[in-house]
Nanobody
Framework: QVLLVESGGGLVQAGGSLRLSCAAS????????MAWYRQAPGKQREMVAA???????TYADSVKGRFTISRDNAKNTVSLQMNSLKPEDTAVYYC????????????WGRGTQVTVSS
């Protein structure tokens, strides 16, 4: 079983920055993707950024140029640096880890709230 624990959420003014971190305990698999998703009130959960164990990154169009995902494979951590935050970035952010060989091995953190005030 894999446990994901997020940290770093909070309240920030528009234009500010936050850094989210996620620590994974347990073995995800040698070929895996770690990602950040978010869910705003009344909206579906959406992928924000993802990175494979080999370092290939993908971003949602809405955050390109503002957010940066990084990971430390040795420590089993993934981070999300969020700059130039906008009120529409307000959401609960979830850490996700998925085994790419067996996608049913898919794990979620409990989420951390990010609130951007205008």
């Amino acid at each position: 079983q894999v446990l994901l624990v997020e940290s770093g959420g909070g309240l920030v003014q528009a234009g500010g920055s936050l850094r989210l971190s996620c620590a994974a305990s347990g073995f995800i698999g040698s070929r895996n993707t770690m990602a950040w998703y978010r869910q705003a009130p009344g909206k579906q959960r959406e992928m924000v950024a993802a990175m494979t164990n080999s370092g290939s990154a993908t971003y949602a169009d809405s955050v390109k140029g503002r957010f940066t995902i990084s990971r430390d494979n040795a420590k089993n951590t993934v981070s999300l640096q969020m700059n130039s935050l906008k009120p529409e970035d307000t959401a609960v952010y979830y850490c996700n880890a998925q085994n790419r060989v067996d996608p049913e091995l898919n794990y979620w953190g409990r989420g951390t709230q990010v609130t951007v005030s205008s």
